[in-house]
């Protein structure tokens, strides 16, 4: 070899080099590292000569670069508010700011890459201890130092580099005279939950007219296909709200026998919508991939019924596209209806519609009563009187605009200062010219007030195409994996990105909430002026293309300059030639119609996107292995393999990608095992394999995973020390949210399940515990008592003739849900009715219980299921008699009791006079 450290690999036998090895183990070390450097680089200059030696202290120097380019980054960074308030107007600006976010995406990549490098040679050292007990094998052998050298040199080299560039940035400061401002934190204040603002703010008229035409109240109705109804208007007006109020309204729910919403959006893939009309219709994915299939089966579930379709904002003119579509609804019963929202007065005509409606501007005083509703929100009536008549000159800029108005009346809730309200009423962002008139200035100034680490959280959800449903765990899980969430040891990281969310969202930033039992948001949309203003504020960073026309989509955006892509396409078997191109992706989201992969596809991918930290590959159903090319991502952070429905085993080399924390195997139904190396995964947080019913086990080193808040599902194993036995859930305390515990069957000895120490999973609120039929299960059950906050409890198939202890004491006082299923050796029922604020009860498949009576309802307290409010029984095929006895009635039971189901009980007699005449009973279903 003839580069200079190229000599330095032939001598790496010499104990020269023996002790250079020595000193890359260790350099890290406070008291090792300083002596053992000035040794090696004195031996050095004498045998290899002075140009090795500055070599080596570029190598050897790399951390203290890095300092320095993080200082230097820092340092610009405090002007990054005037730069982003500057850019919209200011093309010279937008460049630079460009360019300062291309260094920091390089500097992120080798910073990683350094931190990667470390960790790798921590964990290789103490696989070498475990397996030796002896001095010398912890020092790592003359070719693992060869690596450690080379990759040093490469970091170091990319340093020096990025340094030279980022200098250059920096003296460019000055040119631009910005004005440095300090970063702050997010504050804590009341979030949208606790605000009840109307869905639809002063459109009473509006409403009342799309009903009458909904329900036919006000039109002739056609012969020709579907009555076509549609509401036209520019962005944020409420378009989507109404039609939803429509959709959902009783009368509407009542007239039609099926409703169906599909977000039509741009482009206009018809595959995609068929497929979503006929899994709404049949209530799950179809398996067709044809559009003759799918346009069949629609008419098939649709033939001569009374249908609502609302197509939520279309844009398509392309009359053929609407002619696959309308022709394929025209079998529908007389009264059926399309009710489409659009922007546009072209896709009015296209359509045919029968009548359209036009959605105006709120009036002035609408905008202003709902701007007052929400900007004074609990502000005290003085303050009111002192902000009433600048907040109402800043309603009236908004210019009648819904959107607009609610997203600066969030803004406004929690400025109380009088300067703060004329700083927003006198901003120059009114101003806007012709250029960026479509920039909503609501939104800009409601983002200018973010701080700049939310800022970056928001501007990321540019990466999810239009009307998509976002999780907000998955969200934050990928906020995670790029570094946004800023969090210490007093707070996790989840924690932060769920406060980052509920900021953005009390600032109409997210819209259209799904909540849980708890009231929680786990799912929601961002309107599409809000997407197109993240999408202007990432233009050359987040990218959304379709692989069919990539070069189209791409404009004038360099591939590398593309930092999250999402690829999108209906090709079986897609071509990723243009992806290669985006070499520095942090991250890819796969969004195929129905897709698949050749076998080549992946490995390719893997190895040109090597900056990876978030990567999507679920619901491909054509995966049946991941290439061991997998483990060259060293940077990944986030892989979902969910719904990979042939996937049969994940390579050992997924073990080397050190910084992964969020791994989902969700529904992969063939996985049958997890490498055995897992326990090397030490930053893992998140492991979703809710679903992967074909896993025997889980591999022992998970039990070391001292950070995994996330296991859906323990796999007990009785094969051997290779897999985890019920004992290994010991030092996962961390765990929280959902788990099930599946194969106890298994456990002999009730003392290894004492192991588990489940009594201190005190952040687990969902437990599922899975005995499969089994006898002689009491004891195991004893053990497993969990702690008393659980939230809701699933047991099934616990095989006992009685009921533990912890379950017939009633200890679970904050339990909510209940579900005992296939208990079939149980010939009673526990205590249920102690349970202080249970809710929703399910018993079903109990083969043995033949009477219900008081034991049923306890006896320790005057009411019995106070707050018991959905009741089932389902498959109690010997259950003859349910009693409650006259001297129980004197007490309270089941006082909130609002439905109640009883599914093949054939043997009932019949219900008890109190439950069907004195609980406050609102559905009744039935079939015994």
């Given at each position: 070899?003839?580069?200079?450290?190229?000599?330095?690999?032939?001598?790496?036998?010499?104990?020269?080099?023996?002790?250079?090895?020595?000193?890359?183990?260790?350099?890290?070390?406070?008291?090792?590292?300083?002596?053992?450097?000035?040794?090696?680089?004195?031996?050095?200059?004498?045998?290899?000569?002075?140009?090795?030696?500055?070599?080596?202290?570029?190598?050897?120097?790399?951390?203290?670069?890095?300092?320095?380019?993080?200082?230097?980054?820092?340092?610009?960074?405090?002007?990054?508010?005037?730069?982003?308030?500057?850019?919209?107007?200011?093309?010279?600006?937008?460049?630079?700011?460009?360019?300062?976010?291309?260094?920091?995406?390089?500097?992120?990549?080798?910073?990683?890459?350094?931190?990667?490098?470390?960790?790798?040679?921590?964990?290789?050292?103490?696989?070498?201890?475990?397996?030796?007990?002896?001095?010398?094998?912890?020092?790592?052998?003359?070719?693992?130092?060869?690596?450690?050298?080379?990759?040093?040199?490469?970091?170091?080299?990319?340093?020096?580099?990025?340094?030279?560039?980022?200098?250059?940035?920096?003296?460019?400061?000055?040119?631009?005279?910005?004005?440095?401002?300090?970063?702050?934190?997010?504050?804590?204040?009341?979030?949208?939950?606790?605000?009840?603002?109307?869905?639809?703010?002063?459109?009473?008229?509006?409403?009342?007219?799309?009903?009458?035409?909904?329900?036919?109240?006000?039109?002739?109705?056609?012969?020709?296909?579907?009555?076509?109804?549609?509401?036209?208007?520019?962005?944020?007006?409420?378009?989507?709200?109404?039609?939803?109020?429509?959709?959902?309204?009783?009368?509407?729910?009542?007239?039609?026998?099926?409703?169906?919403?599909?977000?039509?959006?741009?482009?206009?893939?018809?595959?995609?919508?068929?497929?979503?009309?006929?899994?709404?219709?049949?209530?799950?994915?179809?398996?067709?991939?044809?559009?003759?299939?799918?346009?069949?089966?629609?008419?098939?579930?649709?033939?001569?019924?009374?249908?609502?379709?609302?197509?939520?904002?279309?844009?398509?003119?392309?009359?053929?596209?609407?002619?696959?579509?309308?022709?394929?609804?025209?079998?529908?019963?007389?009264?059926?209806?399309?009710?489409?929202?659009?922007?546009?007065?072209?896709?009015?005509?296209?359509?045919?519609?029968?009548?359209?409606?036009?959605?105006?501007?709120?009036?002035?005083?609408?905008?202003?009563?709902?701007?007052?509703?929400?900007?004074?929100?609990?502000?005290?009536?003085?303050?009111?009187?002192?902000?009433?008549?600048?907040?109402?000159?800043?309603?009236?800029?908004?210019?009648?605009?819904?959107?607009?108005?609610?997203?600066?009346?969030?803004?406004?809730?929690?400025?109380?200062?009088?300067?703060?309200?004329?700083?927003?009423?006198?901003?120059?962002?009114?101003?806007?010219?012709?250029?960026?008139?479509?920039?909503?200035?609501?939104?800009?100034?409601?983002?200018?007030?973010?701080?700049?680490?939310?800022?970056?959280?928001?501007?990321?959800?540019?990466?999810?195409?239009?009307?998509?449903?976002?999780?907000?765990?998955?969200?934050?899980?990928?906020?995670?994996?790029?570094?946004?969430?800023?969090?210490?040891?007093?707070?996790?990281?989840?924690?932060?990105?769920?406060?980052?969310?509920?900021?953005?969202?009390?600032?109409?930033?997210?819209?259209?909430?799904?909540?849980?039992?708890?009231?929680?948001?786990?799912?929601?949309?961002?309107?599409?002026?809000?997407?197109?203003?993240?999408?202007?504020?990432?233009?050359?960073?987040?990218?959304?293309?379709?692989?069919?026309?990539?070069?189209?989509?791409?404009?004038?955006?360099?591939?590398?300059?593309?930092?999250?892509?999402?690829?999108?396409?209906?090709?079986?078997?897609?071509?990723?030639?243009?992806?290669?191109?985006?070499?520095?992706?942090?991250?890819?989201?796969?969004?195929?119609?129905?897709?698949?992969?050749?076998?080549?596809?992946?490995?390719?991918?893997?190895?040109?996107?090597?900056?990876?930290?978030?990567?999507?590959?679920?619901?491909?159903?054509?995966?049946?292995?991941?290439?061991?090319?997998?483990?060259?991502?060293?940077?990944?952070?986030?892989?979902?393999?969910?719904?990979?429905?042939?996937?049969?085993?994940?390579?050992?080399?997924?073990?080397?990608?050190?910084?992964?924390?969020?791994?989902?195997?969700?529904?992969?139904?063939?996985?049958?095992?997890?490498?055995?190396?897992?326990?090397?995964?030490?930053?893992?947080?998140?492991?979703?394999?809710?679903?992967?019913?074909?896993?025997?086990?889980?591999?022992?080193?998970?039990?070391?995973?001292?950070?995994?808040?996330?296991?859906?599902?323990?796999?007990?194993?009785?094969?051997?020390?290779?897999?985890?036995?019920?004992?290994?859930?010991?030092?996962?305390?961390?765990?929280?949210?959902e788990l099930e515990i599946r194969g106890l069957r298994k456990v002999e000895d009730a003392r290894e399940v004492q192991k588990a120490e489940l009594k201190n999973k005190i952040h687990i609120h969902h437990l599922t515990l899975v005995f499969d039929l089994k006898d002689g299960t009491k004891g195991v059950a004893e053990a497993l008592h969990p702690h008393p906050n659980l939230k809701s409890l699933c047991i099934w198939g616990y095989g006992d003739i009685e009921w533990h202890d912890w379950m017939m004491r009633s200890s679970l006082t904050q339990l909510k849900n209940l579900e005992l299923s296939h208990c079939s050796g149980c010939r009673c029922l526990p205590p249920l009715g102690e349970l202080p604020v249970l809710e929703k009860l399910k018993i079903k498949d109990m083969e043995s219980v033949?009477?219900?009576?008081?034991?049923?309802?306890?006896?320790?307290?005057?009411?019995?299921?106070?707050?018991?409010?959905?009741?089932?029984?389902?498959?109690?095929?010997?259950?003859?008699?349910?009693?409650?006895?006259?001297?129980?009635?004197?007490?309270?039971?089941?006082?909130?009791?609002?439905?109640?189901?009883?599914?093949?009980?054939?043997?009932?007699?019949?219900?008890?006079?109190?439950?069907?005449?004195?609980?406050?009973?609102?559905?009744?279903?039935?079939?015994?």
């Amino acid at each position: 070899m003839k580069s200079t450290i190229g000599v330095v690999w032939l001598r790496l036998f010499t104990s020269e080099i023996r002790l250079l090895a020595l000193s890359l183990a260790f350099i890290h070390h406070p008291l090792m590292a300083d002596a053992l450097l000035s040794i090696v680089l004195t031996r050095l200059a004498s045998v290899v000569g002075q140009q090795i030696r500055d070599e080596l202290t570029l190598v050897l120097g790399v951390e203290a670069e890095i300092q320095s380019l993080t200082d230097t980054l820092r340092s610009v960074r405090d002007v990054l508010e005037d730069a982003e308030r500057r850019q919209v107007k200011e093309k010279s600006v937008q460049g630079w700011l460009e360019r300062l976010k291309d260094m920091a995406y390089q500097m992120d990549d080798v910073v990683d890459e350094w931190s990667t490098a470390i960790l790798q040679l921590q964990i290789k050292g103490a696989e070498s201890a475990s397996m030796s007990k002896k001095v010398s094998s912890c020092i790592p052998s003359p070719c693992f130092c060869l690596k450690q050298v080379a990759s040093r040199r490469d970091i170091a080299l990319k340093v020096k580099s990025i340094k030279q560039q980022l200098d250059v940035i920096a003296s460019q400061r000055s040119q631009f005279n910005f004005i440095s401002s300090l970063s702050e934190e997010p504050q804590r204040f009341i979030t949208t939950s606790q605000l009840d603002i109307p869905e639809v703010y002063g459109r009473d008229m509006d409403k009342n007219t799309i009903l009458g035409h909904l329900l036919g109240e006000t039109c002739q109705e056609t012969k020709s296909g579907p009555y076509i109804i549609s509401i036209v208007g520019t962005g944020g007006m409420g378009k989507t709200t109404l039609a939803q109020l429509a959709y959902n309204h009783p009368e509407v729910k009542a007239h039609f026998d099926e409703r169906i919403w599909v977000c039509v959006s741009d482009p206009f893939d018809p595959i995609r919508i068929f497929r979503e009309i006929v899994e709404i219709l049949q209530g799950e994915s179809p398996n067709l991939h044809s559009l003759e299939a799918l346009q069949q089966k629609i008419q098939t579930c649709i033939a001569g019924k009374k249908f609502l379709i609302v197509l939520d904002d279309v844009w398509t003119e392309n009359h053929q596209l609407w002619g696959q579509l309308k022709s394929t609804l025209n079998c529908g019963g007389v009264g059926s209806r399309i009710l489409a929202t659009t922007r546009k007065e072209s896709v009015v005509k296209m359509v045919g519609t029968t009548y359209t409606h036009s959605l105006e501007e709120l009036s002035q005083e609408q905008a202003r009563a709902l701007f007052h509703q929400i900007a004074f929100f609990e502000k005290s009536r003085e303050k009111v009187e002192e902000l009433k008549e600048i907040g109402e000159k800043i309603a009236d800029k908004c210019k009648g605009l819904p959107l607009a108005i609610k997203t600066l009346g969030n803004l406004m809730r929690l400025k109380n200062n009088k300067e703060e309200w004329e700083n927003v009423l006198n901003s120059e962002v009114w101003q806007l010219d012709e250029f960026e008139r479509d920039i909503c200035p609501a939104l800009l100034l409601s983002y200018y007030d973010l701080p700049p680490a939310i800022k970056r959280c928001f501007s990321f959800c540019a990466v999810f195409p239009k009307d998509s449903v976002i999780k907000i765990d998955e969200l934050i899980r990928l906020w995670m994996a790029q570094n946004y969430l800023n969090s210490d040891a007093s707070k996790e990281m989840e924690m932060v990105g769920r406060e980052y969310f509920e900021y953005l969202a009390a600032r109409s930033f997210f819209q259209d909430f799904e909540k849980d039992g708890d009231d929680d948001i786990i799912r929601c949309k961002m309107h599409d002026i809000v997407h197109d203003f993240a999408q202007f504020l990432t233009k050359n960073e987040c990218f959304i293309m379709n692989v069919e026309n990539a070069e189209e989509g791409r404009t004038k955006t360099s591939f590398q300059k593309i930092r999250h892509a999402t690829l999108i396409g209906q090709q079986r078997y897609p071509n990723f030639v243009s992806t290669y191109k985006m070499k520095n992706l942090h991250t890819l989201l796969l969004k195929f119609t129905f897709s698949s992969t050749s076998d080549e596809a992946l490995p390719n991918l893997f190895q040109h996107l090597t900056c990876l930290r978030a990567l999507n590959l679920a619901r491909n159903p054509l995966i049946m292995e991941l290439p061991k090319a997998v483990g060259k991502l060293i940077h990944l952070k986030y892989l979902s393999l969910s719904d990979c429905h042939k996937l049969r085993e994940l390579p050992e080399t997924i073990c080397d990608l050190y910084n992964l924390q969020t791994l989902n195997i969700s529904r992969c139904f063939s996985l049958v095992e997890l490498p055995q190396a897992m326990g090397k995964l030490i930053n893992l947080r998140h492991l979703q394999n809710c679903g992967a019913l074909d896993l025997k086990g889980l591999p022992k080193g998970i039990a070391r995973l001292n950070s995994l808040q996330t296991l859906e599902e323990f796999v007990v194993s009785s094969d051997g020390d290779a897999e985890c036995k019920i004992g290994d859930l010991r030092n996962l305390n961390n765990l929280r949210g959902e788990l099930e515990i599946r194969g106890l069957r298994k456990v002999e000895d009730a003392r290894e399940v004492q192991k588990a120490e489940l009594k201190n999973k005190i952040h687990i609120h969902h437990l599922t515990l899975v005995f499969d039929l089994k006898d002689g299960t009491k004891g195991v059950a004893e053990a497993l008592h969990p702690h008393p906050n659980l939230k809701s409890l699933c047991i099934w198939g616990y095989g006992d003739i009685e009921w533990h202890d912890w379950m017939m004491r009633s200890s679970l006082t904050q339990l909510k849900n209940l579900e005992l299923s296939h208990c079939s050796g149980c010939r009673c029922l526990p205590p249920l009715g102690e349970l202080p604020v249970l809710e929703k009860l399910k018993i079903k498949d109990m083969e043995s219980v033949k009477h219900i009576g008081g034991e049923f309802l306890g006896s320790s307290s005057t009411i019995a299921f106070p707050n018991l409010k959905k009741l089932t029984f389902h498959n109690m095929k010997e259950w003859e008699k349910w009693e409650i006895k006259e001297e129980e009635e004197e007490r309270s039971i089941m006082p909130c009791l609002s439905y109640l189901e009883i599914q093949k009980c054939p043997k009932l007699e019949g219900l008890p006079d109190h439950v069907l005449h004195w609980t406050p009973l609102q559905e009744f279903h039935h079939k015994f």
